[in-house]
C-alpha cells in the first residue's frame, strides 16, 4: 500500500524552529517530487514548497522564502521540511504529497498525500 506520512509537528513558540519529515512506503520516493502544502483553521489549504525528484530544484511561495528549507533524503525515502523563524500565521496542519513535476501548488496535480501534522506557534 503506497502511504505518505508526515511527522515532527508540534507547538512551538514565535521566533521558534521545527523540522517535519515526510516518510513514504510502499513505493520509492526518489521517483517523485514532493510538495508540502498547509491548511490553517478557516481557511483553503495552500502550497508552500516543493522539491523535484531527481534534479532536487526547490521551489517556494513568498510567504516562507528564507525561512523555510526543503530536501530530501533518497536513501531513507525521506523528504524534510525545516522551518524557521516561525510565526503564529504559520500555524496550520501540514502535509506532504508526492507528484510527478513541482509545477505549482493544484491539489488535483498531487497523486498521493499524507494525513498532516499539525504545527502550532503561540506563545
Known amino acids: 500500500q503506497w502511504q505518505l506520512e508526515e511527522s515532527g509537528g508540534g507547538l512551538v513558540q514565535p521566533g521558534g524552529s521545527l523540522t517535519l519529515s515526510c516518510a513514504a512506503s510502499g513505493f520509492t520516493l526518489e521517483t517523485y517530487a514532493i510538495g508540502w502544502f498547509r491548511q490553517a483553521p478557516g481557511k483553503e489549504r495552500e502550497g508552500v514548497s516543493c522539491?523535484?525528484?531527481?534534479?532536487?530544484?526547490?521551489d517556494y511561495v513568498d510567504s516562507v522564502k528564507g525561512r523555510f528549507t526543503i530536501s530530501r533524503d533518497n536513501a531513507n525515502n525521506k523528504v524534510y521540511l525545516q522551518m524557521n523563524s516561525l510565526a503564529p500565521e504559520d500555524t496550520a496542519v501540514y502535509y506532504c504529497?508526492?507528484?510527478?513535476?513541482?509545477?505549482?501548488?493544484?491539489?488535483?496535480?498531487?497523486?498521493?498525500w499524507g494525513k498532516g501534522t499539525q504545527v502550532t506557534v503561540s506563545s
Open positions: 504529497a508526492a507528484t510527478a513535476y513541482c509545477s505549482g501548488y493544484l491539489s488535483s496535480a498531487y497523486d498521493y
Open positions: 522539491i523535484s525528484s531527481r534534479s532536487g530544484v526547490k
